[in-house]
């Protein structure tokens, strides 16, 4: 039973990953009808928002100590983050310490704008094009911002500490009435998801109680008829493409702590994001989200010894096989609405 | 009138026969002494790549070229091929041709369960599915099944390999009935060096069969219903035909050639590794076909080989060279060029791979034939003067599939 708990809260983290990446590319698909293979580079770009912020927080200031020597017997160089220059050593360790909570402020308008400027500049221009072109686009794309990531930060994954104030673990057993340290989680995992959480509920709460929202949602039903009515639908839409490259923006720099950000993972999320939205039902933002706990803790099962030692290796395949079972058992998606691309 | 072609199919046949013959004069244009050396492509290892990818490319063209399905999953048929062909190197002998075979009917039979199963779906769900699959195969590969594929290690030969149809006195290498395919005949011409290769002519003749069966596989009345399925799928259904053995037969060919192609890469380099099988194998593939032109008879083969050897050739361009080509400018400009173009050669050929594949697919949907025939187009017209035959959807590009609020 403990065991169960254990993975079950432990596929929580991975799962809130896949639903934010997954509400991202259901909201593009939505609103644009485009299928972005460039969305996991998104949560990639996101990421390394966190990886930038805390370089930025850690530019220090040289200052050359007399009183102490290093070993050569040299003047020690002391190293001084800005940060703690201008804001008094207290403080300033602690902003550079919460560095990646911080790089969200980075990571909101950095995402907004290559939001707009893909829209803009690509995205724009495949409407009408068949999905297989857009998903050439795109993809051409994924690849090009992966390059540039790698010649910019290197091959090497980058680890990004989380603030030392949740270094710890949460002994959720406890709480339970288990024995003590025998269901344990991390508090950063437990802060991403209810970040993630938040992240949904604001995206959803959004999109049901705005005006703005509201207007999206007529657009996703029926395009022309808004158009119709005089609304400029487009903006609109590039909009929510912003705010969906946001939504990947942020969980991608809030997940560095957790999976220290490389340059494959944006390859590496894609190919389930996708998976969690064909699961969930092309165009179902709530089974978007679904799917992608669904998977999440799906995975987290599965990895289990136990499971491992009966089924050899469904720990690898477990998210392929449920994807190609839901896809030829129920065509569109756990969530799907009928008749929307379910051939 | 040869081998069931009209007169002008016999005339591309023979062309494509002539150039495969002549590549290593082809690809060898410049003399060993001269400065533009490094842009030769006529070494045995790069001309047989570009045979191999061309055989991937026509094969995955008869599929996506001709009915528009989209798969991403062609890397896990790659893969087995190799697979198939080391374990008749290492169980049954040396000589490539039951290697082959074996490849090709394993791909085969891989590509008839998941073109069964992946058919069921079409449009992005196809694509999904297909990668779906591919991924599970690479990742099986890596974990469980390493007893066969011997997992990261890769599969390779060894001295004790029973190999039970080879004598004593067998070659040690994978071979042509005792002709060993690395063999090379040097021939030198001045300052010119061409190198003749037994494999580089081995992959060749396949590729020249790989290509007369997709020939006749486009005139066919069989070609003519993959088009069909492209065309209109629900025309097609209303007509009282069904679209899935025709699809599932044209996955299961095109999954053989890639087996095919992964039984030849296994024969050039006798070693088979798991990362033949992943997803960005087969996402290379597309690209290719996209860039060449899909659905035209040239164009995988043009795209197969422009990538590889551009790939080739910017993998081998450092700073150093790069600083000799430029050194006429002012030696501010000339750090800040050669900073600039650095990120586009050597290890950045992957972003320029992708910019390329980007700019295709925005201006030339039609790939490197369809760019050519514009050309040819626009020339004619200034010949002649007015039109120069507009020749209609001859890309049999599928309709715009419906925006999900329509």
């Known amino acids: 039973m403990d065991d169960i708990i254990l993975q079950f809260i432990n596929g929580l983290d991975k799962g809130s990953a896949y639903a934010l990446i997954a509400l991202g590319l259901t909201l593009i698909f939505g609103t644009l009808g485009v299928v972005n293979f460039a969305h996991g580079m998104l ?28 070993f050569l017997g040299r003047p020690l160089e002391v190293k001084t983050p800005y940060a703690e220059l201008w804001f008094g050593p207290e403080i300033g360790q602690v902003i550079v310490n919460w560095s990646v909570p911080l790089s969200l402020l980075l990571a909101v308008p950095f995402m907004a704008l290559v939001g707009w400027v893909m829209e803009r500049g690509i995205i724009k221009h495949f409407y009408k094009r068949p999905h297989a072109d857009q998903i050439l686009a795109t993809f051409g794309l994924a690849i090009v911002i992966q390059e540039i990531m790698k010649e910019i930060f290197g091959a090497n994954p980058i680890p990004v500490p989380a603030p030392q104030s949740f270094a710890g673990s949460l002994d959720f057993g406890v709480l339970l009435g288990f024995d003590p340290n025998v269901i344990v989680y991390p ?91 064909v699961v969930g039902g092309m165009g179902s933002l709530a089974g978007a989200v679904l799917a992608g706990y669904l998977l999440g803790v799906l995975e987290s099962f599965a990895s289990m010894n136990t499971v491992k030692d009966a089924l050899p290796g469904i720990d690898q395949v477990i998210i392929y096989l449920t994807a190609i079972v839901v896809l030829l058992v129920r065509p569109r998606g756990l969530l799907g609405r009928r008749g929307v691309m379910e051939d | ?81 190799s697979y198939a062909a080391v374990w008749m190197f290492k169980l049954l002998t040396l000589n490539v041709f039951p290697a082959v075979i074996l490849a090709v009917i394993m791909s085969g039979l891989l590509a008839l369960v998941i073109g069964w199963i992946s058919l069921r779906r079409s449009g992005i769900y196809f694509s999904i599915l297909t990668l779906a699959m591919a991924e599970m195969a690479y990742r099986l590969a890596y974990s469980v099944l390493t007893p066969i594929t011997n997992g990261e290690t890769g599969l390779q030969l060894r001295p004790h390999d029973p190999r039970v ?97 992964g039984g030849l890469m296994a024969a050039m380099d006798p070693l088979a590794g798991a990362e033949r099988m992943q997803w960005t194998v087969g996402g290379e593939v597309v690209i290719m076909t996209i860039l060449g032109g899909a659905g035209t008879l040239m164009g995988p083969v043009l795209g197969a080989g422009t990538i590889k050897y551009l790939e080739n050739i910017f993998s081998k361009i450092n700073e150093n060279v790069l600083h000799q080509w430029f050194a006429f400018l002012p030696d501010g400009l000339e750090n800040m060029v050669v900073w600039l173009i650095a990120h586009f050669t050597g290890e950045g050929w992957a972003l320029t791979l992708g910019l390329m594949f980007m700019l295709v697919v925005f201006f030339m949907p039609g790939g490197l034939v369809e760019g050519g025939r514009r050309i040819a187009r626009l020339w004619r017209k200034r010949r002649h003067g007015g039109d120069g035959g507009a020749d209609g959807d001859e890309l049999h590009r599928p309709a715009r599939s419906p925006h999900v609020a329509e």
């Open chain 2, 1 to 81: 009138m040869l081998f069931g072609l009209n007169k002008k199919d016999t005339r591309f046949l023979i062309i494509v026969v002539l150039l495969t013959l002549f590549t290593p004069f082809l690809m060898q244009p410049f003399a060993e002494t001269s400065p533009l050396a490094q842009f030769n492509g006529g070494y045995p290892d790069l001309m047989a790549k570009v045979a191999i990818f061309g055989i991937f490319a026509i094969g995955f063209n008869i599929l996506f070229g001709l009915t528009g399905y989209l798969s991403f999953g062609h890397a896990a048929f790659l893969g087995v091929g």
């Open chain 1, 187 to 277: 508090y950063w995992r437990l802060i991403y998801f209810l970040f993630s959480s938040v992240i949904l509920l604001a995206v959803f709460a959004f999109l049901r109680y705005t005006t703005f929202g509201m207007v999206v949602r007529a657009g996703m039903a029926d395009r022309e008829t808004v158009g119709l009515l005089g609304i400029n639908i487009d903006r609109r839409f590039t909009i929510m493409f912003a705010i969906a490259a946001i939504v990947a923006g942020v969980a991608g720099a809030m997940y560095a702590p957790i999976n220290s950000p490389n340059y494959h993972m944006g390859m590496d999320f894609l190919v389930l994001s996708f998976v969690v939205v």
């Open chain 2, 165 to 261: 149809l080879d004598g004593p006195g067998a070659p040690q290498y994978p071979n042509l009935f005792g002709l060993e395919l690395n063999d090379s005949y040097f021939l030198r011409l001045g300052d010119h060096v061409f190198t003749f290769n037994v494999g580089y002519y081995f992959c060749a003749a396949f590729a020249i069969l790989a290509f007369y069966v997709s020939l006749r596989i486009f005139r066919s009345p069989f070609g003519l219903m993959l088009r069909a399925v492209k065309a209109n799928q629900q025309r097609m259904n209303y007509t009282g035909l069904s679209p899935r053995p025709y699809t599932l037969a044209a996955f299961v060919i095109s999954g053989m050639y890639a087996g095919l192609a």
């Open chain 1, 43 to 70: 949560f990639m770009l996101g990421a390394f928002c966190a990886v930038v912020m805390q370089r930025i927080l850690n530019i220090s200031a040289v200052t050359i100590d007399e009183t102490q020597k290093d």
